[in-house]
């Protein structure tokens, strides 16, 4: 079965343009909450920003019987990466970004953290002739790779997003993060697929997995749900349930058993019910791939009539009889 992770950041205060959600909690608090949510063991904790001390974390997670799924390095928050940070055209700026990389690695090593993933957000561009893109490649393969070989025992993974903070991000689709990693060509890399990302970037988050798996990197999953038009972080199957179950079919297939970690924003829902309902959809759709069998499933994918495959969808996947 899946283990559930959470982002911490979540748990806290969060905004949007208009309102404030929740109130503001310690770090302390958080992991309180973290360890009261069902099914949940683990958390993404953000780095430098939440937590930069990695013995004090320690004690925190050992006091509320936590683990860690990764450790989210924050390289778009500072003044310095407004335009851009693994790409900005100020190589101190750049530099500072890759520090800030390299620092989280020692820092999830002192933790004991299995991976550090980085969404690099502030790298993008807005309008035609903002920027030279063959020169942001470059920078983004000259960062990522000098942070990638940084104690490369711990593995940088990238997460990447279509839109936000800037209008287009660099590394915005599952295929062009898998470029990015084959020209760095380090192994110890890997690739944050985050479900809502995949779905407003117009991908098949079964496919995504599909192409990775086949790749020489690993991946490591974030769970939320969207309507195709933007990023909202809604809870797991909203409106996305059928796709849903095929990541889930596929993340099963692959023998998947690392997090999956809740990037789910509790705007107006209550925070330990948003993040439970993930674990709750998800427990359910992973023991009704088990009774209805992968191989059966598999069997009907590949033959030809769609409207076969489609009554083993009705029927034993939607429960629709």
């Avoid at 287009?168 to 599952?174: D, H, L, M, T, W």
């Amino acid at each position: 079965m899946p283990k559930y992770s959470v982002i911490t950041g979540f748990l806290g205060q969060t905004k949007d343009r208009f309102h404030v959600y929740n109130e503001n909690l310690s770090v302390d608090q958080k992991f309180e909450l973290a360890a009261s949510i069902p099914g949940y063991d683990g958390v993404e904790v953000v780095y430098p920003y939440e937590v930069n001390d990695a013995e004090e974390t320690k004690q925190l997670l050992d006091k509320h019987g936590l683990s860690v799924s990764a450790v989210n390095v924050n390289i778009k928050a500072e003044p310095e990466f407004r335009q851009g940070s693994i790409t900005s055209a100020d190589q101190g700026v750049r530099t500072k970004a890759v520090q800030f990389i390299k620092d989280a690695k020692d820092f999830a090593a002192k933790l004991g953290a299995p991976r550090v993933t980085c969404c690099p957000l502030g790298d993008g561009y807005e309008f035609p002739f903002n920027c030279d893109y063959r020169t942001m490649w470059r920078h983004l393969i000259d960062g990522f790779g000098e942070a990638g070989a940084h104690r490369s025992e711990m593995p940088l993974f990238i997460e990447y997003k279509p839109k936000e903070t800037r209008g287009r991000c660099f590394i915005n689709r599952a295929e062009k993060t898998l470029c990015l990693l084959n020209e760095i060509g380090n192994e110890s890399m890997g690739i944050t697929v985050d479900y809502g990302h995949a779905i407003y970037a117009d991908e098949h988050p079964a496919e995504v997995i599909c192409i990775l798996e086949d790749s020489p990197y690993p991946y490591y999953i974030h769970i939320n749900d969207n309507d195709r038009t933007w990023d909202w972080d809604f809870f797991c199957g909203t409106h996305t349930l059928l796709d849903y179950i095929e990541f889930l079919y596929y993340l099963k297939k692959f023998g998947y058993n690392d997090y999956l970690t809740s990037d789910t924003q509790p705007t107006r829902w209550d925070i330990v019910g948003t993040f439970e309902v993930n674990a709750r959809i998800t427990e359910k759709i992973w023991k009704l791939l088990d009774r209805v069998g992968l191989e059966e499933i598999e069997r009907k994918i590949n033959q030809p009539d769609y409207l076969q495959t489609w009554k083993l969808v009705e029927e034993e996947l939607l429960v629709l009889k």
